[in-house]
């Protein structure tokens, strides 16, 4: 890909190089009556080549300053573009959990101590990372797990989260809470029941997560499918990669990329 992009950019150069020349001659052709003489002079002596060189030369400083600027403003626009998509995250957090804190005091402060315990470890990772773009799958992984507390209390045998063994053993980066997000997104489209539970897998290797769940789909009047547009949003933006969306009649799942650090 460098390889094709330095290309283009040579014959970016030489082409706005050859309409600069080309746009000097015939300025040079309006104003000097002895124009057609003093082009010839020029081939004769190499002139021609210097003007063309000269050409390249300032082309090629304006392009630069040009590309870099543009460069700097995609970067920019980037950024902000993922700030306001990490601050979508956090609602996600918020609803729900502390009216079912306030139950667990009244009738069980001991599981409501371990609740609160999941839950500000759940808010402290919102808030850690609400500025980074990337953070590390195992971080990730142990925030899943005090998130999938609060689904166990919050929905009982309804919900069953299943993450693969090898998965403490995987590597990489993945943008923060994409995880939950996909969790989230099972729960909000699928029926859960004590006699029908929604069993969601997630499992991956060294390329790739994987967040499946055997569809029993319920109507969500107010869906829009805003977590799954931010997580292929994020991506885009991070590294140009499209996750994969498999969704059939019996299951539905979502690849992720595994970002490699030096990406």
């Known amino acids: 890909m460098k390889i094709k992009r330095i290309i283009h950019n040579i014959l970016v150069v030489i082409g706005l190089s050859m309409v600069g020349l080309m746009f000097y001659y015939m300025m ?16 004769t002596d190499g002139w021609m080549f210097l003007d063309f060189s000269a050409s390249c030369m300032f082309t090629t400083v304006v392009t630069l300053f040009y590309w870099k600027s543009r460069e700097r403003a995609e970067k ?10 990490d601050n979508q995250l956090s ?13 667990l005091i009244e009738v069980n402060p001991p599981k409501a101590s371990t609740y609160l315990m999941h839950l500000s470890k759940v808010y402290r990772y919102a808030l850690t990372h609400q500025e980074q773009a990337t953070v ?13 507390s609060l689904l166990a209390e919050r929905f009982g045998d309804c919900i069953r989260v299943n993450i693969d063994d090898n998965m403490d053993k995987l590597c990489g980066l993945v943008p923060p809470a994409v995880l939950q997000m996909l969790i989230e997104n099972a729960i909000k489209h699928n029926e859960h029941t004590s006699a029908h539970p929604l069993v969601i897998d997630v499992s991956g290797d060294e390329k790739y997560l994987r967040v499946k769940n055997i569809k029993r789909p319920v109507v969500v009047m107010d869906s829009a499918n805003v977590g799954l547009h931010n997580i292929v949003e994020r991506y885009h933006l991070l590294i140009q990669k499209d996750i994969m969306i498999e969704d059939t009649s019996d299951c539905f799942c979502v690849t992720l990329p595994i970002i490699r650090e030096e990406a």
């Open 28 to 43: 040079y052709l309006i104003t000097d009556v002895n124009f057609r003489q003093d082009i010839q002079t020029n081939l």
């Open 76 to 85: 920019e626009r980037d950024r902000l573009r993922l700030q306001v998509l």
């Open 91 to 103: 609602p996600h957090f918020v609803f729900n959990n502390f009216s079912i804190l306030a139950e």
């Open 136 to 148: 590390k799958l195992q971080d990730e992984l142990q925030f899943i797990h005090h998130y999938i």
